[in-house]
């Protein structure tokens, strides 16, 4: 069952991100960078739902709650390099990538390896930073359990 909800909630956390970025290139926002950190709350929204669903169901195990919290942002980062990929070919291909790549953390030519593999890491230790972050917070939370 614990499983599954981080398969649920990284599957929120792709739709999310999915939904956030679409709407930012749909608005000619998909150039600025300032707004591309408000998808790390999104994938916190779904890390913290996942190590809150734990809570509510009984497990309040530090370690357990850390691994599923991140398991479920890497469920997540996955899902979205996927996506990332598809939009990238759908819209063009390499050369919307170039107009992404002037744009990020890159310099000079870039291909959707490179730039994925950069988006994978940095997906990887935001997601360990926020369920070790959020973590910090459960520890302390007394959960009266339901079950």
């Known amino acids: 069952m614990k499983n599954s909800i ?25 150039d600025k960078n300032y707004l591309r950190i408000l998808n790390a709350f999104i994938v916190l929204y779904g890390i913290n739902k996942t190590i809150q669903f734990n809570f509510n169901h009984g497990n309040s195990d530090y370690l357990d709650n850390l691994i599923s919290g991140f398991k ?8 979205g390099i996927i996506g990332l990929i598809l939009f990238v070919y759908i819209k063009g291909g390499e050369s919307y ?5 002037d744009t990020f953390f890159f310099v ?6 490179k730039y994925c593999s950069v988006l994978f890491f940095e997906g ?6 926020g369920s070790f972050a959020l973590m910090q917070y459960w520890k302390d939370v007394i959960v009266n359990s339901k079950y």
């Not at 479920?72 to 899902?79: A, D, M, R, Y």
């Open 97 to 101: 990538l170039t107009k992404l790549s």
């Open 124 to 129: 990887i230790a935001s997601s360990l930073i």
């Open 6 to 30: 981080e398969i649920k909630n990284g599957f929120l956390i792709f739709l999310g991100i999915g939904i956030f970025f679409l709407l930012m290139d749909l608005f000619g926002l998909a």
């Open 72 to 79: 479920t942002g890497i469920i997540g980062v996955v899902l």
């Open 108 to 113: 000079g030519k870039t291909n959707i390896i």
